[in-house]
């Protein structure tokens, strides 16, 4: 990376070398996360009261806005999906590496995972309730359907697979996107994404109003923001002014987005999914504000406070992990309760903070060793088969970007910066 100055001259930013690997995308999954393992970790689980003092009342608000890292995956994997698409359109084997390498980054967890739970502990516990209701429920998890069916029947009594839902509609962008990017240029692009918004918007609006609220929640059309806001930044790197273009606009726009989300919190006593506000409107200024996180993750400087942030080794961390973490999280609230003693941990002055950071943290623990197993002894082997579906082949020319970046800001495709879940 190269240090530059914004075209205002108002601060200095970062130019990314988008070529390269860059740990503060690892970072923003890392953040992304640990919001959804805070989330879910302390919204149940463990068997204590969502709210009881002050104190555990202004965590319990807190905590359950957790949900929004979905959002933040969403809009990373836009960004660097479209970029990997956009930068590889020119390669004779577009499709074929593309769908190659994400089937041998997501399909060994994804499906191992459900072999574990649908085929293995199925015959190995016969009677258990929850199991032969994961069972029933086989095709729609096979085929990444879920969402559909979360959509038209609710949430699953036996949750444990219930966040496949978000896996889902990644798979379902995955198909269509591709074609897209191929059949269209970067203005067009572009305007499909803005589309995507203002539909995922009306679309939203449209299914909570006729009491669809979790259609509205875990269908993709209704989840397309989030996806475009990141796409758009994808293809805006690719213009004449680089992702810098836009990049002194992120802190007044994050800031001003976190002031009115903060707003919405008070008045609806926070950020909760399920509430009409926030399952509208919320989901598109929670799209563009961690749009703005994104920018600012890319260019900031490391001695401000997002280059510090975005720094971090914690998240970096937590980032490299997150797939594997994400899939593994929850069935742990299922098959695990009452594996961890809280009785132990003392109350003070009424309040079950310390019982439920011991739960959050133990859980995570448990949650990064098995992410730590899996990736190393599981999903690396899978990945050294990825050096056989190469984006960047000699049969292909220069993409468009490659030629531009080379004559306006001397940066190479964004195709070889770190995929989705890599």
């Not at 463990?46 to 957790?66: K, M, Y």
């Not at 994997?77 to 004779?92: C, H, N, Q």
């Not at 919190?265 to 509430?275: E, N, T």
């Not at 914690?314 to 997150?322: D, Q, T, V």
């Amino acid at each position: 990376m190269t240090t530059s100055k914004t075209l205002s001259g108002e601060r200095e930013v970062i130019e990314p070398r988008l070529s390269e690997h860059i740990p503060a995308l690892d970072a923003v999954r890392g953040l992304a996360i640990l919001l959804v393992l805070v989330f879910h970790f302390s919204s149940y689980g463990h068997g204590l009261p969502p709210a009881g003092v002050f104190a555990d009342r202004i965590f319990h608000v807190i905590s359950r806005a957790g949900w929004v890292g979905v959002d933040l995956f969403f809009v990373l994997s836009g960004f660097l999906i479209t970029g990997i698409l956009y930068d590889s359109k020119a390669s004779v084997h577009y499709f074929r590496n593309f769908y190659a390498r994400r089937v041998l980054r997501i399909f060994p967890v994804y499906y191992g995972s459900l072999v574990v739970f649908l085929v293995v502990l199925p015959h190995l516990f016969p009677d258990n309730d929850g199991l032969r209701a994961l069972q029933s429920d086989g095709f729609w998890y096979w085929t990444y359907l879920s969402n559909v069916r979360i959509a038209h029947d609710g949430w699953p009594l036996f949750g444990a697979l219930g966040h496949f839902w978000s896996l889902a509609v990644e798979e379902q962008f995955y198909v269509v996107w591709p074609v897209v990017v191929l059949l269209c240029t970067r203005s067009q692009l572009i305007q499909i994404g803005l589309f995507c918004i203002g539909g995922s918007l009306v679309a939203r609006v449209g299914l909570t109003l006729t009491g669809h609220q979790t259609a509205a929640f875990v269908l993709t059309p209704a989840r397309m923001d989030a996806l475009a806001v990141g796409a758009i930044l994808a293809l805006t790197a690719r213009g004449p002014t680089g992702v810098n273009g836009i990049a002194r606009l992120a802190s007044p726009a994050a800031g001003l987005l976190s002031l009115v989300l903060v707003a919405i919190s008070l008045w609806r006593g926070g950020l909760a999914s399920y509430d009409p506000v926030i399952s509208t409107i919320g989901h598109t200024l929670l799209a563009c504000l961690f749009g703005a996180v994104l920018v600012l993750a890319l260019t900031s400087p490391r001695h401000t406070f997002p280059g510090r942030m975005f720094s971090s080794s914690l998240l970096r961390f937590f980032g490299r992990y997150s797939y594997a973490l994400y899939v593994f999280h929850h069935p742990i609230l299922f098959f695990t309760p009452g594996l961890l003693p809280l009785g132990w941990v003392p109350t003070f002055f009424g309040s079950l903070l310390l019982k439920k950071f011991v739960f959050i943290i133990s859980a995570t623990a448990f949650s990064v060793v098995l992410a730590l197993i899996s990736w190393h002894l599981y999903e690396t082997q899978f990945l050294k088969l990825k050096r056989l579906f190469p984006y960047q082949s000699g049969e292909a020319e220069a993409s468009p970007f490659q030629a531009e970046s080379a004559a306006v800001c001397s940066q190479t495709p964004l195709a070889k910066v770190s995929e989705p879940g890599s």
